[in-house]
Nanobody, 125 residues
Framework: VQLVESGGGLVHSGDSLTISCAFS????????MAWFRQAPGQEREFVVVEAAGGGTVYEDTVQGRFTISRDIAKNTGYLQMNSLNPDDTGVYYCVAVHVERSRGPISQEGSYTSWGQGTQVTVSS
């Protein structure tokens, strides 16, 4: 499985941005998909996950502003981000794990087997 993120960029505070994750492999619908981010000088952190069954869990600071989704026909996942602020700045990583290989908490990096290279999102004040 290969994951390739795209759509990052420089935006202003309050703007919206949607980033994408192209999935190369079989049975995209059988994978849990999540987004992590890493701000400069900080550890990587969990943002949101969409389970293969469709359930979602959002990190508190993005709840109500970010929306995760996927288009099975296009083998692509999305993260729509609204009301962006400078604290949202970072490299955003798309991650995935097949449901049959899923182990551990969904908010932990080690629970995922496939990672993209990341896409930079910068929010200016």
């Amino acid at each position: 499985v290969q994951l390739v993120e795209s759509g990052g960029g420089l935006v202003h505070s309050g703007d919206s941005l949607t980033i994408s994750c192209a999935f190369s492999g079989l049975s995209f619908s059988m994978y849990h998909m999540a987004w992590f981010r890493q701000a400069p000088g900080q550890e990587r952190e969990f943002v949101v996950v969409e389970a293969a069954g469709g359930g979602t869990v959002y990190e508190d600071t993005v709840q109500g502003r970010f929306t995760i989704s996927r288009d099975i026909a296009k083998n692509t996942g999305y993260l729509q981000m609204n009301s962006l602020n400078p604290d949202d700045t970072g490299v955003y990583y798309c991650v995935a794990v097949h449901v049959e290989r899923s182990r551990g908490p969904i908010s932990q990096e080690g629970s995922y087997t496939s990672w993209g290279q990341g896409t930079q999102v910068t929010v200016s004040s």
